[in-house]
């Protein structure tokens, strides 16, 4: 496979598009956008340069040999929007453990009744109480669940933005 549809191909999955949005963006068959992918055809001068604009990369990094193409100037906007993700998703982490907490405290607090000249069923308070518990508990789960999903997304992401050579 040529350089080109390597480098082609890993840009396409970088920006998380379809084949078919470049063939759309740069008004090139997706048949044509196909084989460059496969490195059956070059692509030509213009095609070249259509491609590498709608992807903001170099036309010399599509074509080179190097295994990261370089951007042409969009990368500050790129690491800007990964600082959101994760800043987002750590917002979802501290919600979640917040979460965890308020329903774990529920668990403690007792069902107390309002009136106190009622007869009480105390039988029918322990079977809500344990209803509750339980629910509580499960919820408590999916969360836990939540959490450990979003903390392995976001230290995947800074893995992947700021690798520390372990892997």
């Known amino acids: 496979m040529s350089y080109f549809a390597e480098n082609l191909r ?5 920006k998380r598009i379809k084949a078919v949005d470049v063939a759309n963006a740069t008004k090139i068959t ?3 956008i196909s084989r460059y992918l ?5 692509p030509s001068t213009d095609n070249l340069l259509a491609i590498s604009k709608y992807l903001e990369i170099s036309p010399e990094a599509l074509l080179s040999s190097s295994d990261a193409p370089e951007s042409s100037g969009s ?3 790129i690491s800007s929007d990964k600082d959101k ?3 987002v998703q750590e917002e979802l982490i501290e919600h979640l453990q917040k979460r965890v907490k308020e329903l774990e405290e529920a668990l403690g607090k007792k069902i107390t009744p309002v009136e106190e000249n009622r007869e009480i069923d105390y039988s029918a ?7 509750k518990i339980k629910e509580f508990q499960e919820r408590i789960k999916e969360l836990e669940k939540q959490l450990e999903m ?3 997304l976001k230290n995947d992401l800074l893995e992947k ?3 520390t050579g372990s892997s």
């Not at 496969?38 to 070059?42: D, E, F, N, P």
């Not at 308070?125 to 209803?131: A, G, L, P, S, T």
């Open 75 to 77: 990368s500050k906007y």
């Open 150 to 152: 979003t903390t392995k």
């Open 125 to 131: 308070i322990v079977k809500v109480d344990q209803k």
């Open 85 to 87: 993700i994760i800043a």
């Open 38 to 42: 496969t490195g059956a055809h070059q």
């Open 161 to 163: 933005l700021y690798p």
């Open 30 to 32: 997706p048949s044509v």
């Open 10 to 14: 890993k840009a396409i999955f970088d």
